[in-house]
Nanobody, 121 residues
Framework: QVQLVESGGGLVQAGGSLRLSCAAS????????MGWYRQAPGNQRELVAT???????NYAESVKDRFIISRDNAKNTVYLQMNSLKPEDTAVYYC???????????????WGQGTQVTVSS
């Protein structure tokens, strides 16, 4: 059993900042790429940012230069620092991680339960 637990969402005014956290726990041998996705009402889930084990990052164009993804491998935790927030950033944010349970196992995708981020204008 693997769990991803997110925290840090909430309501913020445009221009403000929030920091999301996601901690993975359970039967974990190794974690590969971790990331954040978001889904606004009526839209498909979209990639926000990802980070590899070695710290290589990838961002959606819409959040580049505003959001920063980071991770603490010792704590199996990924963070998303969101700055200069805009109303269009409003969405449910989901944590994602590729995790293998044993040395010989394949990596499987796991998802958190989601955390709401609302940016008021």
């Amino acid at each position: 059993q693997v769990q991803l637990v997110e925290s840090g969402g909430g309501l913020v005014q445009a221009g403000g900042s929030l920091r999301l956290s996601c901690a993975a726990s359970g039967n974990i041998f190794r974690i590969n790429t971790m990331g954040w996705y978001r889904q606004a009402p009526g839209n498909q889930r979209e990639l926000v940012a990802t980070i590899t084990t070695f710290g290589i990052t990838n961002y959606a164009e819409s959040v580049k230069d505003r959001f920063i993804i980071s991770r603490d491998n010792a704590k199996n935790t990924v963070y998303l620092q969101m700055n200069s927030l805009k109303p269009e950033d409003t969405a449910v944010y989901y944590c994602n991680a590729a995790i293998k349970n044993t040395f010989l196992a394949n990596y499987h995708d796991y998802w958190g339960q989601g955390t709401q981020v609302t940016v008021s204008s």
